[in-house]
C-alpha cells in the first residue's frame, strides 16, 4: 500500500484478503499443483506472493495472500468502528439497567412513594410485576444507542480536529483540554438524537398508564404535548450530559494513563488484550462515579420537566430545593452510573479490539515512520 505498518493496527482474520481488499496486486492462483511436475507444464507461474522468510520453496496450494484485515487511524473506517463501539456501549448497558432508572426516576418524581432503593423495587413488583420493572426499554435501547453512536465517534474526531488545530506540542501539553473540548463537542451533537426518546422514556416509566411503551407512548406524548415537546428537556439534558460526558472522558482518559504509570509495570503495548481491558473497565467505574455526582441535579430536572407537563426550571427548583436536587435518587446513581460507565468503556474497547484497534487512553501509539 506504500505505507508503513506503523500506521496501522492489524489482526489475524479468517477472511481471505481478495474479499475485501481493493488492491490489483493481490492475486491468487494454481502454482504447483504437484511436485517436480514435467517441465513446461506450469513453466508460466504467478508472480510470488507467499514465501517463508528463509526463503523455502512455495508450497503446493492455492497461494492466497496473508490475510492482513486493517484499520488505518483516523480514516473513515476507524471512525466507523468508533460509532459503531458507541452504539453497543451505550445502546445494550442502558437498557440492561432499565429496572435501576426506572426506580431512580420515580424516586426522583415521587419521593413520598419511593422512598429507598429497597423500598422502590418493592413498590414497582407489588404494583407492576416483573415485567414492570423493564418498563421503557424500547425508547431506552433506541435513544442511547444513537446517543452513543454520536458520543464516541464524534469524539474520536473532534479529538483529532483539535489536537492537529494545537499542534503536537500543545497537544501533548494541554492534553486534558483537548479530552473536554472534544467531548463536550461531542455530547452537544449527541444529545439532539438521545432528547425525544428520552422524552418518551420518563413519561412512559413515571406515569402508570399512560403507555405500554415507545408504540404507543410517541403517539401519545406527540398528541399532548407536540413534536416541540420532544425538545423540551434538551437543555436540561445539556446540562446533564455535557459535564458528565467531559468528566467521563477526561477522567477516564486521565485515570487510565495512571494506572499504566504508577500501576503496572509493564508498558500498555506489552500488556495482554485481557488486562488491557480490565484496565479499561477499572478507569471507566472510577470515572463513572465522578460523572454521577456532576450530572445529578442535570438529572433531577430532565426527569421532573419530562413528568410535568408546562413545568419550568425554577417550578422544579421550588418543589425539590437545591439540597434535593443535589441529592435526591444520588446513591443510587452513582452505583448506576459506576457500573454503567465502567461496562461502557470495556464494551467499546472489547469492540476495538476485535476489529483490530487499540484500547483508549495509555501510552500514545508510536508516531508514523515516513515512508
Same mark, same amino acid.
Given at each position: 500500500?506504500?505505507?508503513?505498518?506503523?500506521?496501522?493496527?492489524?489482526?489475524?482474520?479468517?477472511?481471505?484478503?481478495?474479499?475485501?481488499?481493493?488492491?490489483? &496486486? #493481490?492475486? !491468487?492462483?494454481?502454482?504447483?499443483?504437484?511436485?517436480?511436475?514435467?517441465?513446461?507444464?506450469?513453466?508460466?507461474?504467478?508472480?510470488?506472493?507467499?514465501?517463508?522468510?528463509?526463503?523455502? %520453496?512455495?508450497t503446493?496450494? $492455492? *497461494?492466497?495472500?496473508?490475510?492482513?484485515?486493517?484499520?488505518?487511524?483516523?480514516?473513515?473506517?476507524?471512525?466507523?468502528?468508533?460509532?459503531?463501539?458507541?452504539?453497543?456501549?451505550? /445502546?445494550?448497558?442502558?437498557?440492561?439497567v432499565?429496572?435501576?432508572?426506572?426506580?431512580?426516576?420515580?424516586?426522583?418524581?415521587?419521593?413520598?412513594?419511593?422512598?429507598?432503593?429497597?423500598?422502590?423495587?418493592g413498590? =414497582?413488583?407489588?404494583?407492576?410485576?416483573?415485567?414492570?420493572? $423493564?418498563?421503557?426499554? +424500547?425508547?431506552?435501547? $433506541?435513544?442511547?444507542?444513537?446517543?452513543?453512536?454520536?458520543?464516541?465517534?464524534?469524539?474520536?474526531?473532534?479529538? &483529532?480536529?483539535?489536537?492537529? @488545530?494545537? /499542534?503536537?506540542?500543545?497537544?501533548?501539553?494541554?492534553?486534558?483540554?483537548?479530552?473536554?473540548?472534544?467531548?463536550?463537542?461531542?455530547? =452537544?451533537?449527541?444529545?439532539?438524537?438521545?432528547?425525544? @426518546?428520552?422524552?418518551?422514556?420518563?413519561?412512559?416509566?413515571?406515569?402508570?398508564?399512560?403507555?405500554?411503551?415507545?408504540?404507543? /407512548?410517541?403517539?401519545?406524548? =406527540?398528541?399532548?404535548? /407536540?413534536?416541540?415537546?420532544l425538545?423540551?428537556?434538551? +437543555?436540561?439534558?445539556?446540562?446533564?450530559?455535557?459535564?458528565?460526558?467531559?468528566?467521563?472522558?477526561?477522567?477516564?482518559?486521565?485515570?487510565?494513563?495512571m494506572?499504566?504509570?504508577?500501576?503496572?509495570?509493564?508498558?500498555?503495548?506489552?500488556?495482554? &488484550?485481557?488486562?488491557?481491558?480490565?484496565? %479499561?473497565?477499572?478507569?471507566?467505574? +472510577?470515572a463513572? *462515579? !465522578?460523572?454521577?455526582?456532576?450530572?445529578?441535579?442535570a438529572?433531577?430536572?430532565?426527569?421532573? =420537566?419530562?413528568?410535568?407537563?408546562?413545568?419550568?426550571?425554577?417550578d422544579?427548583?421550588?418543589?425539590?430545593?437545591?439540597?434535593?436536587?443535589?441529592?435526591?435518587?444520588?446513591?443510587? #446513581?452513582?452505583?448506576?452510573i459506576?457500573?454503567?460507565?465502567?461496562?461502557?468503556?470495556?464494551?467499546?474497547d472489547? $469492540?476495538?479490539?476485535?476489529?483490530?484497534?487499540?484500547?483508549?487512553?495509555?501510552?500514545?501509539?508510536?508516531?508514523?515512520?515516513?515512508?
Amino acid at each position: 500500500m506504500g505505507q508503513s505498518d506503523d500506521q496501522h493496527y492489524s489482526r489475524q482474520s479468517l477472511m481471505p484478503s481478495f474479499l475485501y481488499s481493493s488492491s490489483s &496486486k #493481490r492475486l !491468487f492462483y494454481l502454482d504447483a499443483l504437484m511436485n517436480n511436475t514435467k517441465a513446461g507444464l506450469l513453466n508460466r507461474s504467478a508472480p510470488s506472493v507467499s514465501r517463508s522468510s528463509s526463503g523455502a %520453496s512455495r508450497t503446493a496450494s $492455492f *497461494v492466497i495472500p496473508a490475510p492482513k484485515e486493517k484499520i488505518e487511524m483516523y480514516s473513515p473506517a476507524f471512525y466507523a468502528a468508533c460509532t459503531a463501539g458507541g452504539t453497543l456501549s451505550c /445502546g445494550l448497558t442502558h437498557t440492561a439497567v432499565t429496572p435501576l432508572d426506572l426506580v431512580k426516576c420515580n424516586m426522583q418524581i415521587d419521593p413520598a412513594k419511593y422512598k429507598s432503593i429497597t423500598s422502590g423495587f418493592g413498590v =414497582l413488583l407489588k404494583e407492576q410485576g416483573l415485567k414492570g420493572f $423493564f418498563r421503557g426499554w +424500547v425508547p431506552t435501547l $433506541f435513544g442511547y444507542s444513537a446517543q452513543g453512536a454520536c458520543k464516541f465517534g464524534f469524539y474520536e474526531f473532534f479529538k &483529532k480536529y483539535y489536537s492537529d @488545530m494545537a /499542534g503536537p506540542e500543545y497537544a501533548a501539553k494541554y492534553k486534558t483540554l483537548i479530552y473536554l473540548a472534544g467531548s463536550a463537542s461531542a455530547e =452537544l451533537i449527541a444529545d439532539v438524537a438521545l432528547c425525544p @426518546m428520552e422524552a418518551v422514556k420518563v413519561r412512559v416509566q413515571t406515569q402508570p398508564g399512560f403507555a405500554r411503551g415507545l408504540g404507543d /407512548g410517541l403517539p401519545k406524548f =406527540l398528541k399532548s404535548d /407536540g413534536v416541540s415537546g420532544l425538545y423540551k428537556g434538551l +437543555v436540561p439534558l445539556w446540562g446533564r450530559q455535557i459535564p458528565y460526558t467531559m468528566m467521563k472522558f477526561a477522567s477516564f482518559e486521565t485515570i487510565v494513563e495512571m494506572l499504566y504509570k504508577y500501576a503496572i509495570p509493564t508498558p500498555k503495548e506489552q500488556c495482554s &488484550k485481557s488486562l488491557q481491558l480490565g484496565v %479499561s473497565f477499572a478507569g471507566g467505574y +472510577v470515572a463513572g *462515579v !465522578f460523572c454521577a455526582v456532576v450530572s445529578h441535579p442535570a438529572d433531577n430536572l430532565v426527569s421532573f =420537566l419530562n413528568n410535568a407537563k408546562g413545568a419550568s426550571v425554577g417550578d422544579a427548583v421550588k418543589k425539590m430545593g437545591l439540597w434535593g436536587l443535589c441529592t435526591r435518587g444520588l446513591p443510587l #446513581r452513582i452505583v448506576m452510573i459506576g457500573t454503567l460507565t465502567g461496562a461502557q468503556w470495556g464494551i467499546y474497547d472489547a $469492540f476495538k479490539v476485535f476489529v483490530g484497534l487499540p484500547t483508549t487512553g495509555g501510552a500514545a501509539p508510536p508516531p508514523a515512520e515516513k515512508a
